[in-house]
C-alpha cells in the first residue's frame, strides 16, 4: 500500500472507532433506563466530553499514525493505552462536575467501549490478513547484498511488515565469510532468472552502486521486467553509529540521534502535561503542604523555609532551583554534594529527602517553564563545570528540560556521584530517555517515582 491508502484507512479505521464510541453511547443510554440521557444536558455534555477524551487519548497515544500499526500486537497495545487514558479523563471530569451521573450508565459506556474497541481490532486483523490472502497485495520482493543493512532489512520484513515476503537473497559467494542465517539463493548474476521465475516484483539493493557499476543495467533489466528497483543506502559509510534520516523538501538531512522533543507537536504534548499536571499538584498538594512543612522546618533548625540554588537548564541556561531546605545553613552548600550520613542533613531534612518531599516546591519552577515534571536531573553549576570535562557527552543531555524526576534516577542512578561509572551509566540513561521519549514514558517514570517514595530509595538521603 502507498501512502495515500495508508492515510485512507487510517481515516476509515478512526471514523469507524468515533462512530462505534457514539452507538455505545446511545445503546448505553437506552439500556440504563434511569440515566435519562436523552432529556438531561449533563449527560449532553458526558457525550462531549468521552467523544474529546478519545481524540485527544489518540492523538496523546499517536494510536493511527504509529508506523507498526498493521502489527496485531502493537496495535492492540496502543489502543489499551488510548482506552485507559479516555478512562482516566472522564474520570477526573466527573471528579471536577460534581454531577451525580448514573454507576449503570458509567460502567456499561466504559465496558462497552472497551469490548467494541476490541472487536474492532480483531475485525480489522481478520480484514487485513484477508485482503491480503485474497487480492495478493503481499509483495515478493528480494534483497541485493549479504550484509548488516540486508540483515536489518529481511528482518523487519519478516517480523513488522504483514505485506512483504522476502523471496531470498543474492550475494557473491567469496563475499559470504559466515554461515548465512537468511536464504542465499544464489550470485548477483542469478538475480534476475531468479525474479522472472518467481513473480518478485520488488529489489532492494543493499550494494553501493560506486562499487558495483552493474547494479544499473541489473536495475534496467528490472524495469523491462516491471520489476521496481530500489537502493537502501548505507550511511555508516559517513560515520560509524547508528544515525536518523529526516527529510526537508525530500532532501535527506541526516542526524546523529533521534530527539522526539524536537518535534514542536511533541514539545507541545509534553508542555501541556506539564501545566496541567503541576497546576493539579500546586493547588491541590502544596496549597496546604507549604505552610506545614513550613512551621515543621521552622520548629526544626534555623534558617530560611525554601533553598534556592542556580542549576543548569536547557541549552545550559542556569535557573533558580527552589527546594524545601532539608540542610543546615553552610558555606559549602553550592559547591559540595550530600554525601551519606551528611552532618549537614537536618532531622526532618533526612525524611524529606527519603520521601522526596524536599523536591515538590520544583513544580513552581514546571509551572514557570524552567523545568519538567520528568527530565535528567538539574546539576549545580561547579557540577555541570566539573562532569562535562569527565565525561564528554555529559551536556548533551542539556538538549531537553531538567525534570523532578528522571529515567535515570527511577533506575537506582541517584544521589552521591562517587566514580565515574556513576557518572556515566547516568548520562546513558538520561540520553535514552531524550532518545525514546513519549507522553506514555513520562507516565511511567511518574508512577516508578512515586512506587520509590512509598517504599524507599536506598540512594536517598
Excluded at 26 to 54: D, T
Excluded at 171 to 183: A, G, Q, T, V, W
Aim: hydrophobic residues 45%; aromatic residues 14%; proline residues 3%.
Amino acid at each position: 500500500m502507498n501512502k495515500l491508502s495508508y492515510v485512507f484507512y487510517r481515516t476509515l479505521l478512526w471514523l469507524w472507532d468515533i462512530f462505534s464510541l457514539n452507538v455505545i453511547l446511545l445503546i448505553a443510554s437506552f439500556v440504563v433506563g434511569r440515566a435519562e440521557a436523552f432529556e438531561k444536558k449533563e449527560y449532553h455534555v458526558f457525550f462531549a466530553v468521552i467523544n474529546l477524551a478519545w481524540m485527544a487519548a489518540v492523538y496523546l497515544t499517536t494510536l493511527y499514525m504509529s508506523k507498526n500499526w498493521l502489527d496485531f500486537e502493537s496495535f492492540y497495545k496502543r489502543t489499551a493505552k488510548a482506552y485507559l487514558l479516555t478512562v482516566l479523563i472522564l474520570m477526573v471530569f466527573i471528579f471536577l462536575y460534581h454531577y451525580q451521573y448514573s454507576r449503570a450508565y458509567i460502567l456499561v459506556v466504559i465496558a462497552g467501549l472497551g469490548l467494541v474497541l476490541s472487536v474492532n481490532r480483531v475485525v480489522f486483523n481478520l480484514l487485513i490478513i484477508s485482503l491480503r490472502n485474497k487480492f495478493s497485495l503481499q509483495k515478493n520482493v528480494v534483497v541485493l547484498g549479504y550484509n548488516e543493512i540486508s540483515k536489518r532489512l529481511i528482518r523487519y520484513f519478516r517480523e513488522e511488515s504483514k505485506f512483504v515476503h522476502v523471496a531470498g537473497c543474492f550475494e557473491d559467494k567469496e563475499r559470504i565469510s559466515e554461515l548465512s542465517e537468511f536464504p542465499i539463493m544464489g550470485d548477483l548474476k542469478d538475480c534476475m532468472p531468479f525474479v522472472r521465475e518467481n513473480q518478485v516484483t520488488e529489489i532492494y539493493s543493499t550494494l553501493a552502486p560506486e562499487n558495483f557499476p552493474d547494479l544499473y543495467e541489473l536495475a534496467k533489466a528490472a524495469e523491462k521486467q516491471f520489476v521496481h528497483f530500489k537502493f537502501v543506502p548505507d550511511y555508516k559509510i559517513f560515520v560509524n553509529r547508528n544515525i536518523f534520516v529526516d527529510f526537508v523538501d525530500n532532501i535527506p538531512v541526516l542526524s546523529l540521534r533521534n530527539e522526539p522533543l524536537e518535534d514542536t507537536g511533541n514539545r507541545l504534548k509534553k508542555r501541556l502535561f506539564d501545566i496541567v499536571f503541576s497546576t493539579f499538584v500546586i493547588i491541590f498538594l502544596l496549597s496546604w503542604l507549604i505552610p506545614l512543612i513550613a512551621l515543621l522546618i521552622k520548629l526544626d533548625s534555623k534558617g530560611p523555609i525554601f533553598f534556592t540554588q542556580m542549576r543548569s537548564g536547557k541549552n545550559n541556561q542556569p535557573f533558580r532551583c527552589i527546594k524545601f531546605r532539608s540542610l543546615k545553613v553552610n558555606d559549602e552548600a553550592n559547591s559540595k554534594q550530600v554525601t551519606r550520613n551528611d552532618s549537614r542533613i537536618t532531622r526532618l531534612g533526612r525524611i524529606m529527602r527519603k520521601t522526596n518531599i524536599d523536591e515538590l516546591p520544583q513544580f513552581f519552577n514546571v509551572f514557570l517553564g524552567d523545568m519538567s515534571v520528568v527530565g535528567p536531573r538539574p546539576h549545580m553549576l561547579k557540577h555541570t563545570e566539573d562532569f562535562s570535562h569527565l565525561y564528554k557527552q555529559y551536556m548533551i543531555r542539556h538538549f531537553v528540560k531538567p525534570g523532578l524526576t528522571g529515567w535515570a534516577q527511577v533506575n537506582g542512578f541517584r544521589g552521591e556521584i562517587t566514580d565515574n561509572k556513576l557518572l556515566q551509566k547516568r548520562i546513558e540513561f538520561d540520553i535514552w530517555y531524550m532518545e525514546n521519549w513519549t507522553l506514555w514514558l513520562d507516565l511511567r517514570i511518574i508512577m516508578m517515582t512515586a512506587f520509590l517514595s512509598i517504599k524507599g530509595d536506598k540512594n536517598a538521603f
